[in-house]
């Protein structure tokens, strides 16, 4: 057979930065971070991080007894203006997130249990930016919607481009859109009640295109995109069929969406955990463009972990992902460009830290968002670490092209011609999960792979990562 070859090309001038730099920021509360600690009467459940446009910023703490706003300046100290020395306490234990609705602050409670077992007192009450409870909204600051879903978690809140609010009350009933000041509009849809299947929203854009994920499918593999103008019409994705589920071919049963967002540009990106025995566990970071699994991105949509370790969250800003991650007991941050190349984080792989559970990316800086032990070894303290982010161009010797010319398809041995700049050769499955590795390219045997579809990544001694798919026969 003729052996035919392809060139991986790479024009220095047009590349894309192939690395970053992470470095605390230490301006930013006491030496990089800001720390809260609450009595130990209630554990800690959940936390999570609101960036205002000022970049003071929304810290709400979820504890098993009472619930906080903590509001913080710029410079990660508490807001004295804000509510009482900057914590607002909500004493409903059936608090469940806060949204933002321009310079207010809009907290939706879950429905919670009753004696007759249906779920009630759900409700949503709107504040002023300064902590105090606006009375303009709603019926005297607090709009009640009653329901009788069987999942308490199902209350969502979207703040749309108009301000006006699409709220989801149940997994088995139908949205309803109220006005920005708290009125149910009566003028949309079927007297306010957006008639669509349940999906718990993530956003909105694009001249009102919605994007949501349906909680009740399958580990919340299911995501639809429809417009508020047109609710007949609708794109449905279901990931639970597409090569992001499978490995070598056959579905991955057991799977958990860790983690959901959406970019100002429509971008979805979510974190998925697997637990699929004998296999090790692992992670992947799945991208959705244009309403479809993006093929741009690591050329499949998505990238997988290595085994055993955890992807927890993810973040996007300036074309680039950066994960948190966990292996062992260990938490730290990768990165990846916007078509899935690995991308360094001060020339190494991992940026190693102490602790973590979830991150908010901003264009220049990452906060990381962490819930702590105290002694008794129950989470009672929240902490707020800040690092800035800066991309670096890195450069090479010469400005000519640099040509890698590899056979395809490939037989018994991977051949590859004019390597003299690559560190390393590494052999990816079309699940993500590399499968050969070698520093040599005169000993790569691929003999006993089995015929198909791979993806072969080349390391440059540079730093820059080139991938090409090729095939094996």
Request: charged fraction near 20%.
């Amino acid at each position: 057979m003729k052996k035919i070859y392809f060139f991986l090309i790479i024009l220095c001038a047009n590349q894309i930065s192939s690395q970053i730099k992470i470095s605390k920021d230490l301006s930013f509360g006491n030496n990089g971070s800001f720390t809260a600690e609450f009595n130990s009467s209630g554990t800690v459940i959940n936390a999570n991080v609101l960036v205002l446009p000022d970049n003071s910023m929304l810290y709400i703490v979820n504890k098993a007894d009472k619930n906080y706003i903590l509001k913080l300046k710029p410079d990660g100290t508490l807001d004295p203006a804000f509510a009482n020395s900057g914590r607002l306490g909500l004493a409903e234990n059936n608090f469940l997130n806060a949204v933002l609705q321009g310079d207010k602050i809009i907290v939706n409670f879950g429905p919670k249990p009753m004696d007759d077992n249906f779920y009630r007192d759900s409700k949503i009450v709107r504040y002023h930016a300064n902590g105090t409870l606006d009375t303009t909204f709603g019926t005297n600051g607090v709009l009640n919607e009653v329901t009788e879903s069987t999942n308490p978690a199902a209350l969502s809140v979207l703040v749309l481009e108009d301000q006006s609010l699409m709220v989801t009350n149940s997994n088995t009933s139908h949205s309803k859109k109220f006005t920005a000041d708290g009125q149910l509009d009566y003028a949309f849809g079927n007297n306010g009640e957006i008639v669509y299947d349940y999906h718990f929203p993530l956003g909105q854009f694009s001249a009102g295109k919605i994007a949501t994920c349906d909680v009740s499918s399958l580990s919340s593999s299911v995501y639809s995109f429809f417009n508020l103008n047109s609710l007949t019409q609708n794109t449905v994705l279901d990931l639970n069929v597409q090569a992001c589920h499978q490995y070598n071919g056959f579905p991955l049963q057991n799977k958990i969406n860790r983690s959901t967002r959406m970019a100002a540009n429509g971008l979805v990106f979510s974190v998925f955990e697997y637990q699929n025995y004998p296999l090790a566990d692992f992670s992947r970071l799945v991208v959705i463009k244009n309403e479809q699994l993006d093929s741009t991105f690591n050329g499949t949509g998505f990238v997988t972990s290595e085994n055993n370790e955890e992807f927890l969250d993810s973040g996007f800003s300036q074309d680039i992902f950066v994960v948190l991650n966990q292996k062992s007991n260990q938490k730290a941050l990768n990165a990846y460009s916007a078509t899935g190349t690995p991308v360094q984080i001060n020339s190494e792989r991992d940026f190693k830290l102490l602790s973590g559970q979830e991150i908010e990316m901003k264009d220049n800086y990452i906060l990381v968002n962490s819930i702590l032990p105290a002694n008794n070894q129950n989470g009672t303290r929240v902490k707020i670490d800040k690092y800035l982010v800066t991309q670096e161009q890195l450069s090479t010797a010469t400005s000519a092209l640099k040509k890698i010319m590899v056979e395809n398809p490939v037989k018994d041995f991977l051949r590859i011609k004019n390597a003299e700049n690559a560190e390393s050769f590494g052999l990816y499955n079309l699940e993500g999960r590399r499968i050969l590795f070698s520093s040599n390219v005169e000993n790569i045997n691929t003999s006993n792979l089995p015929q198909g579809n791979y993806i072969l990544k080349v390391k440059l001694k540079s730093g820059e990562i080139l991938s090409k798919k090729l095939i094996k026969n």
